[in-house]
């Protein structure tokens, strides 16, 4: 797991479980999940749909909604205070003002019948005691800093009068509207065509260098990662199989799933034979636990331990672990930055 | 919606939208519908002549004036008068009141108690949901006539006990849409978006849900008013809402049964009256439906200096 090597961890999760108590039965969508969040550091968080990204992050949130969900940990703590087991009312303190989130679907984020201004204010006034006036201001200034033009008239526009992108502007501007150490960004440019994605990803990635929010990026696009993150911690049912460094963890794969996630990825500076490499079956039902490695099924590379007992978390370089027992150096790419 | 911000051209020919209230907008675009705007104005005519008819009516409405009787219209009774020489376009204002009055209270109670309980029911779910709609389903498993009929018959002819029977009948209604419509809001993506920006219970059942199912509400409220009116007159008309000689619309049509052949004129009347009320409650209802939906405001309002964008554009 991504260890803090030296500085203060702004968000530090450990061992996160969450569950969902379902007809068919328990749920396991989150199976015991670790990281830490360095301020003003970019983590991602890859994996196929189902992994328990989300509902990482919705955990972390207290969103879960429960019954049906459950959710457990041996600690969440966000800037050195316990977030674990404080009541809806803290909790709701702390969201929007320390820690705020982007959705995935900017269509479907902002509330159809009310102005952006009114939802821009909404959480200025509620968390920093901004009276009208001075909310509406600071709402001029956060779309003017999120690149929309004439901020001033446009505060009295209801969504549908702005574009996909435009809206997502809009939702990056009202999470970051009070200054919050933490941003998780669940997919929030995967529902964009690829330019916008790419002002949009460029656009977070400004405002939290200004403003030294920390930032959880989650996406199965490995090109978006590639290009925002710091370190990245893959999932897989509801696990981090692989985390580490960016580049470290692009350059030397030391997880079945981390190489087939490569290999089924087309990148610019491929050779043109190359054909891409999906991985072939699905993923495991959620429902009942695997003594095993998960992707043990699908796996290309699996070596006898594999088949006898589930694997232990190892270093493969500095800050940079896995859960596998297979040995991938051979498939390490020889250009190693 | 304070000061319209004074925008300096841009060197833009086509002036910036003036910053608009939601409210402005709404009226803008109810008064392009124009069978609305008339529902609208015809039941403003009833509501006033209802409210001045104390005032404005030339004859008492219950007075009696035998030598009168069953007079055909005339200069002087514009609809004639009935069997005991009242005159009949007086006693319909008279009704009106009894009528709009009636209705107006069956929808504001079972408006009071019927949203809240589909709000809670759908917000908060589970077994008080459950205990909540099993009750709501127990009222509607009778015909809603029969049931007011029944809460009437057990309470006593009179018109408090009609607006009773018919506001309960109506609870349930309300109760059920409110649900339905709050149990798809919740699941919306910017609930959750709301409640991950820190805001409380209160406003997301508010600003996020309430403000999201006016327009259902309101077309059910024209419904169960329009149908108050109807379903008074009905009880009335059984003798079971105002008595004599109070004047009613549904009582004056049953009295004016008995003479239809004499004296026509009796039974258009309230006909008229009722039909012209029902009707344009629900002409305004459906004015109201569009223009509470701001996405309904689009591209008139800004003068097309906003570019319009399609509504999705997710693969």
Redesign the interface.
Known sequence: MIESAGMEPVLSVRNLHTRFHTEDGIVHAVGGVSFDLLPGKVLGIVGESGSGKSVTALSI?K?VVSPPGEVTADAITLEGEDILGIDEVRA??????RI??V???P?????????IGRQLT??LR??LGLSDRAARDRAIELLDRVGIP?A??R????P?????GMRQRV?IA??LSCNPSVLIADEATT?L?VTIQAQIIDLVKRLTEDLGTAVIWISHDLGVVAGICDSVAVMYAGRIVESGPVRDLFHRPSHGYTLGLLGSTPRLDDDEERRLQPIDGLPPSLLDPVPLCPFLPRCRHAVGACREKPPAWRDVADVHGTRCWADLTPYWRATNG | MSTPPLHIGAGDPSAPPAYRGGAFLACQQFMRNHAALAGFFILLLLGFAAVLAPWISPYDPTALKLSEKLLPPSFSHWMGTDYFGRDVMTRIVWGGRVSLSVAFLVVFYSLLVGVPIGLVSGFVGGRLDNALMRMMDAFLTFPPLLLAVAIVGLLGPDLENVVIALGIVQIPVFARIVRGSTLSAREEVYIVAARALGASAARVVFSGILRNIVSPIVVQITIVFAGAIIAEASLSFLGLGSQPPDPSWGRDLSEARRYMGDAPWLIIGPILACMLCVLSINFVGDGLRDSLDPRSWRAKTTGGSTPRVPEQVTP
Do not use: C, W
């Open positions: 949130m969103l709701r303190r702390i969201r929007g003002s705020a989130m959705f995935q679907d269509m479907k984020s902002l509330n159809p019948v009310l102005t909404e959480a509620e968390h004439m001033r008239d505060l009295g526009d209801y549908h009068q702005f574009s996909g939702m009202i999470a529902a065509d």
